[in-house]
């Protein structure tokens, strides 16, 4: 899977999460264990993510799986509708 430029924050925006910052490195208070402090790691240019937190990590499809409770041709077809996908 190949990801466009700035498909993390896209869809992120998606779901109403508005990250501070930019650049390589992106953290956001995890959306698997309910937090306040940023703790959630985005590496945006190597489609990957890390929760310090509770551990969560994975690419962009796999949090798009795991917050939406959906399977893989699912995510993949709400990240192309977003146009986060480089067909």
């Known amino acids: 899977r190949k990801f466009r430029s700035g498909a993390f924050i896209r869809y ?3 779901i ?19 937090e ?3 703790s ?7 489609n990957h993510y890390y929760c310090f937190g509770c551990h ?7 949090l798009v799986m795991k917050v939406e409770g959906i399977k893989f041709l ?5 990240l ?5 996908l480089d067909n």
């Open 74 to 78: 699912e995510a993949n077809s709400l």
């Open 16 to 34: 109403g999460i508005q990250p501070k910052g930019h650049g390589k490195n992106i953290m956001i208070p995890c959306v698997f264990h309910g």
């Open 80 to 84: 192309d509708s977003l146009g986060c």
């Open 56 to 62: 969560e990590h994975g690419d962009l499809c796999d």
């Open 40 to 46: 959630l790691n985005i590496y945006a240019e190597e």
């Open 12 to 14: 992120l925006n998606s």
């Open 36 to 38: 306040t402090e940023a």
